[in-house]
């Protein structure tokens, strides 16, 4: 059964930097074609595409993003992280993370997702 | 970047009826188009990759057409677990990454 759940603060101040955990089971990540990405949503918006992470290292960013993000994975623990540095009030969204495959080229299994408030 | 519109943004139907939602990529994306249903506080869940292959165990009242530019997703026979947020996706190696749609939800009249 695959699954992914992200993890990490509720609550961010503006400019501080926040970190997600998404952690995967029933998959691994070193295997050829998976790839792992996060997607947020703010209230009542649109879902955004962040990052994506395969399983060769290869990361892709929203060139749109006015907002530096990182994303990184462990393969030992079945981890990915996504870092956001200088967050903003605009930050505040559901962050999702979810699992793709190359030939895919969507998304198919989702998080349940996180809800992340950047306020003082 | 490759921009995606959706039309209609809201649309009112009732049990039954036949619906399309209409989907726009900025330039041609062959067929590397996905449609995901959204219901409230819940995770979008695939419904169709390369714009008509439906995904396993999803109902086949649910079908999309499409390349290049113009993709349609239709339910054939809409049911009340039907009633949600549409988006589409694009992913493009040479734009460089995936796109959402901004949604069409679809409301019971």
């Known amino acids: 059964q695959i699954t992914l759940k992200e993890s990490g603060p509720t609550l961010v101040k503006p400019t501080q930097t926040l970190t997600l955990t998404c952690s995967l089971s029933?998959?691994?990540?070193?295997?050829?074609?998976?790839?792992v990405g996060w997607i947020r949503q703010p209230p009542g918006k649109a879902l955004e595409w962040l990052a994506v992470i395969y399983w060769d290292d290869n990361k892709l960013y929203n060139p749109s993003l006015e907002r530096e993000v990182t994303i990184t994975q462990d393969t030992s623990t079945n981890q990915v992280v996504l870092t956001v540095t200088k967050t903003h009030p605009v930050d505040t969204a559901t962050y999702y993370c979810?699992?793709?495959?190359?030939?895919?080229?969507?998304?198919?299994?989702w998080g349940q997702g996180l809800l992340v408030t950047v306020s003082s | 970047d490759i921009q995606l519109t959706q039309s209609p943004s809201f649309l009112s139907a009732s049990v039954g009826d036949r619906i399309t939602i209409t989907c726009r990529a900025s330039?041609?994306?062959?067929?590397?188009l996905a449609w995901y249903q959204q219901k409230p506080g819940k995770a979008p869940y695939l419904l169709i990759y390369g714009a008509s292959t439906l995904q396993s165990q999803v109902p086949s009242r649910f079908s999309g057409r499409g390349s290049g530019t113009e993709f349609t997703l239709t339910i054939r026979s809409l049911q009340p677990e039907d009633f949600a947020t549409y988006y589409c996706q694009q992913f493009s190696s040479s734009s460089q990454g995936f796109t959402f749609g901004p949604g069409t939800k679809v409301d019971l009249k």
């Open positions: 979810a699992r793709t495959v190359t030939n895919l080229k969507a998304f198919d299994f």
């Open positions: 330039q041609g994306i062959r067929t590397s």
């Open positions: 029933g998959f691994a990540l070193g295997s050829t074609g998976v790839g």
